[in-house]
């Protein structure tokens, strides 16, 4: 992570890791299904520790549920201390729904 995204504290801004957040699970939902989906929903997001400027921060997903027209995908977040090197902390983890969109943004099934 980069200065610009800190905030007062010299720690990374929530909303900077909540947008990655999303682009990972979009990026699996994707990998699933070559289809458009749009973000519905993220569900519970608890921050347990800090990210800071240097640290390398990694987004693992899964697909925890597909129906019809959604995919809800876990997204774990783990960094990896600059100032530590090869120690890593949970930071956040999230379920995040991902709806199946057509040409016309109307849901569309996934299948």
Same mark, same amino acid.
């Given at each position: 992570?980069?200065?610009r995204?800190?905030?007062?504290?010299?720690?990374?801004f929530?909303g900077? %890791?909540l947008? *990655?957040i999303?682009?990972?699970?979009? %990026?699996?939902? *994707?990998? *699933?299904a070559t289809?458009?989906f749009?973000?519905k929903?993220m *569900?519970e997001v608890?921050f347990?520790a800090?990210?800071y400027v240097?640290?390398v921060?990694s987004?693992?997903?899964t697909?925890?549920?597909?129906?019809?027209?959604?995919l809800? %995908?876990r997204v774990e977040?783990?960094?990896?201390r600059?100032?530590e090197?090869?120690r890593q902390?949970?930071?956040t983890?999230?379920?995040?729904?991902?709806?199946s %969109?057509?040409e016309?943004?109307?849901?569309?099934?996934i299948r």
């Amino acid at each position: 992570m980069l200065p610009r995204d800190t905030n007062a504290r010299g720690t990374i801004f929530g909303g900077v %890791i909540l947008s *990655h957040i999303d682009l990972a699970g979009a %990026i699996a939902a *994707h990998r *699933h299904a070559t289809r458009n989906f749009v973000t519905k929903a993220m *569900h519970e997001v608890e921050f347990v520790a800090p990210v800071y400027v240097g640290d390398v921060v990694s987004f693992y997903t899964t697909v925890i549920r597909e129906g019809k027209t959604s995919l809800t %995908i876990r997204v774990e977040v783990e960094a990896e201390r600059f100032s530590e090197r090869g120690r890593q902390a949970r930071v956040t983890e999230a379920e995040v729904v991902f709806v199946s %969109i057509d040409e016309n943004g109307k849901p569309t099934p996934i299948r």
